[in-house]
């Protein structure tokens, strides 16, 4: 039996420089795909995978974030008041219990293993979920739960993989796994941003993770990498150097990299087409506007 995982981690301290100038002021992650914060998405597929504990690694200028998940008196009076029962339950569902969600600060920006390490006091001696907000996946059984099931037969570590073009791999850590159509691949390497035509695979990790306390602890012990970053990929390729005991895990969904300008726009065409209320006028409008770019061609 292993131990059931509990505990997530969201790192969510980087500087969203891609989204210039929206997050000067306003976090990536509480920017809206369709009518939610892309925070929320994450939030609902750790609570889909049983878990109870939320730590958010965050930075200075963060304050929405933590905001957004607090009651909000007033707002829940004034829908109560005017009778408006739906939209109360929906913003009564983002309120967090007292204690369900802890902050830890990143100080400098020194890379996502780094961001990571930075809740180890929380984590302690326990495996652990890290959910990367900026992949939304959309899938009909969460991403996260689909890994727990598959983890609660390994042990070990698991990180979601995803096939990418051979000239994207260089952008992703990749990893190094034996040709197979299986879903769960057991790891021999991981490297980080490869380059081009160095690739072990074309299989990509994207933002999902279930680590071990000894990958933690690697955090702790490793120098800084490709970019002058503390990189979680290094920590991951020394566990599987020493145990052997990670496994990518080819999900079942489509993964949006809502961390790309291009990515989000998919990701909100995608969604709004997916909402009952929305999808078919979006639809219409969609092949109305393709419809006159062709015929101004
Ligand atoms: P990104 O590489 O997308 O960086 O980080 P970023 O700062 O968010 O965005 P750009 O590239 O400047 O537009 C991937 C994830 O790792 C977190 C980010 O918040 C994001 O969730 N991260 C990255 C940290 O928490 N700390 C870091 O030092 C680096």
Redesign the pocket.
Known sequence: MQRKVTKAV???????????PA?KSVP??IMTLVDRPLIQYAIDEARAAGITEFIF???RGKGALEDYFDRAPDLEATLKAKGKTELLELVQATNMDSGAIAYVR?N?????G??VWCARHLIGDEPFAVL???DVIAADKPCLAQMVDAYAETGGNMIAAMEVAPEMASSYGIMDVPPSIGRVLPMQGMVEKPAPGTQPSNLAAI?RYILSPDVMRHLGDIKPGVGG??QLTDAIAREIAEKRNVYGYRFDGHRYDC??KAGFLQATVAFGLARAELGPELERFLSDMMAQRQAAE
């Open positions: 969201f790192p969510v301290a980087g500087m969203g420089t891609r989204f210039l997050t990536k992650e690694v965050t930075s990143q400098q920006a020194l890379g996502l780094h961001a990367l907000p900026d933002g970053e503390i961390g790309s």
